[in-house]
C-alpha cells in the first residue's frame, strides 16, 4: 500500500461508525459490530504500510502499557511489545511472581495500582475454564471504578491475550492473513473454511483458538465447519452464537465428526489440538480443589483417549480432498509436526514445510492487530489522528 | 492546577533554596531540608498537572533508569517504571537471580558496571535490620568513587525505594496526599495523626513506613501519636528523631501503648502491622546464620505473641474515637482486611472499603513523588527547566 | 573529544570501505575485515563523544532490539540495553523460561517470531562447545530465510554477545581500552599482551574471552603470548588461527606453559580462568546425556587438578616480570579476587585495587562497542548519518 492507498484507506475508516470503541476494551470479538471489525482491519493495514514506509505512527511521548500474562507466551507477549512500542508506549510486566499479589490483594485494588500511568492492558489467562474472561472483566470493572472516582487520570484499554473464551488478536490477525491471501474483506464470502481438531501427544490445550475461529469466521460471510472427534466438543455457547452469527452474515456453520468431511472442498483449513470442553471443565474444578493425583490419572485418560485419534492428522491424503487439492493451511503457531517436533502430531512435516512461510506470515499481522486495537480504544477521531501522522511524515529511522 | 496555577508554583520553586539536592540521592527524609522537602511537593504536583494536560515533561531522549529490588514490591515498582516513563529514562532492572552477581562480586564494583548510562538508580532493600540503607549508601560511595575516577559520564542520584529504616517515597506520597485533602501543607499543622500498630496474621513486615511516617510528619508540625503494643518498638534513634524534630516544628511525639488511646481526637489514622524492633534483630542474626530451626522457630512464637493483640484492629468502634468520628484513613497496601484479605487482620472491611478510594488516591501520589525526587537530583535549575517544558507544550500524546 | 574531533572521526570513518556491514551480522572479529574493526572502534569512540556532549544519537523512533541470554549475564546485559536505548531500541528479553519454545518449536521459526519489528538481535549462548556460534548462525539463516520470504519487513542485526568460540563485545571493548590506554591503534603495533590463564576455585568458565583476545589481537600487530599450564588448552582451530594472523599483522604468536614466562617484559597482561577445552568437550557430552553422576565426577576431577596450578595467580611478584613492573592489567570482570571474592583467586588483591579503575573503564567502552555495531550494521551510509546527527545537535537531555 502506498501512500495514496493509506489515504484511501484512512478516508474509508473515516466513514466507519465505531464510536464505541473509543475508551472500550477489546475482549471478544463477537461483542463487537462489523463496522469495528472492520475498522480494526483497516488500522493495522494503515499502520503496516507507515511502517514499511517508515512513517513512525507514534501516538505517546510517553505511557505504558502493562501486560499481565498468567500463563507462557511467545508470539503474543512479542507482539504485545511491538505494538506498544510502535505506538510509544513502555511495556510494564506485571509478574506476579515478583509482585506482593499472593498476599491476598483483591484485583480491584492491583489494577488501579498498576495503572496510575497507563494507557493499554493486555492480559492472558487461558488455563481456567469460566476464569480468564472473567477476570479480564474484573479488571476492566476496576478501572471503570478507579476512573469514576478520580483515582485514573485516564480509563486504561484493556486487550484480551487470549482467555479461556476467545483469542481475539490471534483470530483478527487469522483474518487479516485471509484478507490479504484471497484479496479482500468481501473475497471471504462463501469461502469454506474447517476449522478441525487435530492429535497432539500433549494434553489440555487451550480451547480458545477453536472458539475464536468459528466466533469470528462466520461474522465474515464464510462456511465454517467445525470438525472433531466425537466428545471434543466447544463451548455449547459459542456453537450457538456461531450457527446465529453465519445465519445472519449469509454465510453457514455446521459441526461434523470427521476431518475428511471438514476438509473435503475446504479454501481454508485450520488443523489444531485442544482438550475437549469437559476435561477442561473437570481440570478446572481439579486445579481449584489442587487434586494432583486427580489431575495425573485425567491427563492419563485424556492422552490415551487422543490416541485413539491419531489420524486426525493433516497429511498430504487429507489435503487432496480440499479444493483443487491446495486450500490454504493455518496455524497459531506452534504447530505439532510430526517428525519434527514431535513423533506424530497435527500436521505432516511435507504439508507444515509447504505452508510454513504463511504460517509465519500469519502470525506477522498479530503486533500490527494490537497497535490497532489499543489505538482505536484510545483515539476518539482515529482517522484524524492517522492523517495527521501520514502528512506529518515523522520518521521511524534515520537512513 | 491550570496553567496559571503551574507557573505560579514552579515561581515558588524557584525561590526554594534547594542548591544541595542537585546530584544528591534520596535516601532519608530526615536528611533533608523543610525547603527540600516542599521542592518535591512542589515538583510532584507540577508533574501531575502537567500530565493532567498532556504536557509531556520527558527530560530524557534516552538514559537508564535502574532499578534493584530485593524484596518482592508491585506499587512501588510501578511507580518507579511510571517515574522513569515520564522523565524519558527507560527502566533496566538488575535482576540477581539472572547476574552473576552470586559470583562474589563486590557492590563497588557492580554499582559501576550497571551504571554507565544510567541517570537514576532505585533500590529496594528492606529485609535486614541494619543492612538496606547501609547497602544503599554503599551504592552512592561506589557512584561516587567510579564518578571521580572518570569511570561514569555522570553520577547517577540514588533513590531509597524501601529500606530498613525508611521508606521516603512512601512517606512522601502520604504527606502529599495529606497536603491535598486538607488544602496545603501549612494546613498540616497541629493535625494529630496516630501511626499505630495493628494485628496481622502473617509476620517480619517492615518497620520502615512506621518509622518512616514518625520520621516525616514530626517535620510538618503535626501531633504525631506512635502507638503500638509493649513490646513492638520501633528504632530507638527514630524516636529520639521524632522527639527532636517535633520539638522543632511545633508539633509534638508521643509514643502510647493503647490503640483507643491513639485514636482518641486524630484527624488521622494509619493502622499497620509491624514486626518488633527486638525481633528484627533476631530475625538478621538468625537469617544470617542460615539458622532455618531458629527461624521457624521465631516465627512461631512471634506470630502466638501477636495473636495476644488481635483487638489491635481499625474497626468502626475505633473510628468512633476519632475527631468528628471522621478520621481519614491511611495504609501504604495492601492492607490485611479483615473477612478479605484474610481472616483477621489490620482493618474492619467496613471501614476499609469506606476510605479504599482514598487508599488508592494515597497511591497514585507515588509516581509523581518519585519523579519528582529524580527531576530534583537531575536538573541544576529545575524551576527553569520546567518553565521551558510548561511553555513548548510538547504533548504526551496525539488526540 | 570536542565536535571538531568527532568531525575528523566521521571523516576518516567516510573514507573506509565498509559496505558489507550493512545489514551483517557481528558473531566473530576474524570474520571481519581490518577495516570494518576499524569503524567499529571509530563508531564506538563517536557515540561517546557525542554523549559527553548530550548530542543524542537516536537513531530510531521505535523499533525492538531482542536479547536472549542463555546464560546469566550483568555487565554484557546492561551494555546492551545501554546500547539499544542509546539508539532509540526499546529490548524485548527473549525469557526462554516464560515462553513456550520448551514445546518443540524449531529456532528457525522462533527466530522469526519475535523478529516482526526486531532491528537487531544480541544472543548470549556459551555454555556448549559446539553450539552456541551454530545457534546464532541458525537464527542468522532462519532471518535470511524470513526476510527474502517476505516475513519480515527488514533483516534484524544478530550481535555475538559472546558464544563458545569468540566474545567480540568483550574484545572489542578491551581493544577500544587499549587503544585509549596506548594513544591510538598503531600504538598497539608491538606491545606484547600476556592472555594467561590463572587458577579459580571454580569451574567450567567459557573460553570465549581468552580466545577472543588472541584471535583478535594478533590482528593489530602485537605481541601476543597464550599462557596457561599443560592441558589447559584453547580450540586448536582458533590457536592455528591467531598464528596465521600474528604473521600477516606483523605481530607474533607463542603459547607457553609458564605463567612467569608469558608475563616477562609484557605490556599488558589478562590472566583469567577457563575450563581446558577437552573438558569443556567432556562436560558438553554429560550435560547432553544429563549424565549428572558422570557431571559431578568430572567437576572434582576439575577442581582438583585445578588446584596443582593454584601458583598460576596475578601477584605482585608476577606484576615485578612485566615491563617496567608495570604492564596494565585487564580483566572482563568479574575477577576471581584473593582474599575478596574467594579465598585464593586469580589475582592477588593489591595488584586488582591498584588497576581496579582500569578494569571498570574497560568495561565501559562496552556499550558503545555494542551500539557501533548495531549502527554499522543498519545504516547504508553510516558516516553521513553521523555527520547529520552530528550537526543536528538533538539534545540527550533537559539541562
Request: with cysteine; proline share 3%.
Amino acid at each position: 500500500m502506498d501512500k495514496t492507498g493509506i489515504r484511501e484507506a484512512i478516508r474509508r475508516l473515516a466513514g466507519r461508525r465505531i464510536e464505541g470503541m473509543h475508551h472500550n476494551d477489546f475482549l471478544l470479538t463477537w461483542e463487537k459490530t462489523a463496522e469495528e471489525l472492520a475498522a480494526v482491519f483497516d488500522v493495522a493495514e494503515i499502520l503496516r504500510a507507515m511502517r514499511a514506509m517508515d512513517v513512525s505512527p507514534r501516538l505517546y511521548d510517553s505511557g505504558l502499557a502493562i501486560s499481565i500474562f498468567r500463563d507462557n507466551s511467545t508470539r503474543t507477549r512479542f507482539s504485545f511489545a511491538a505494538a506498544a512500542n510502535l505506538l510509544g508506549l513502555t511495556v510494564q510486566d506485571m509478574d506476579e511472581e515478583k509482585s506482593q499479589i499472593a498476599h491476598g490483594e483483591t484485583v480491584r485494588e492491583t489494577a488501579n495500582m498498576v495503572s496510575f500511568m497507563a494507557e493499554a492492558i493486555g492480559i492472558r489467562d487461558d488455563i481456567f475454564l469460566g476464569q480468564g474472561n472473567a477476570y479480564m472483566r474484573e479488571v476492566a470493572a476496576s478501572l471503570d471504578d478507579g476512573f469514576r472516582q478520580g483515582v485514573l487520570p485516564t480509563r486504561p484499554s484493556v486487550v484480551n491475550l487470549q482467555c479461556d473464551l476467545d483469542h481475539p488478536t490471534q483470530t483478527m490477525a487469522d483474518a487479516l492473513h485471509l484478507i490479504n491471501h484471497f484479496g479482500g474483506l468481501d473475497k471471504l464470502k462463501g469461502k469454506k473454511i474447517a476449522m478441525t481438531w487435530a492429535y497432539s501427544p500433549s494434553y489440555g490445550k487451550p480451547l480458545s483458538v477453536a472458539q475464536g475461529v468459528v466466533g469470528l469466521m462466520t461474522r465474515l460471510g464464510m462456511d465454517v465447519v467445525l470438525g472433531h472427534p466425537e466428545g471434543y466438543t466447544v463451548l455449547p455457547e459459542v456453537e450457538d452464537l456461531a450457527r446465529k452469527q453465519a445465519a445472519e452474515s449469509g454465510g453457514s456453520f455446521q459441526v461434523v465428526n470427521s476431518m475428511a468431511e471438514a476438509f473435503t472442498g475446504a479454501d481454508i483449513v485450520y488443523p489444531k489440538s485442544w482438550a475437549p470442553f469437559a476435561v477442561m471443565e473437570e481440570r478446572t474444578k481439579l486445579l481449584s480443589q489442587r487434586d494432583s493425583e486427580g489431575l495425573k490419572e485425567l491427563e492419563k485418560r485424556c492422552l490415551e483417549n487422543n490416541k485413539r485419534f491419531v489420524d486426525w492428522e493433516c497429511t498430504e491424503e487429507m489435503m487432496k480432498l480440499t479444493r483443487d487439492q491446495s486450500a490454504l493451511y493455518m496455524h497459531c503457531l506452534p504447530a505439532d509436526i510430526s517428525g519434527v517436533s514431535c513423533a506424530q502430531g497435527e500436521v505432516q512435516a511435507s504439508v507444515f514445510e509447504r505452508y510454513r512461510i504463511d504460517t509465519y506470515k500469519e502470525a506477522g499481522y498479530k503486533p500490527y492487530v494490537v497497535a490497532a486495537m489499543i489505538l482505536l480504544s484510545r483515539l476518539k477521531h482515529p482517522a484524524d489522528a492517522l492523517m495527521s501522522i501520514l502528512e506529518g511524515e515523522r520518521s521511524r529511522c534515520v537512513r
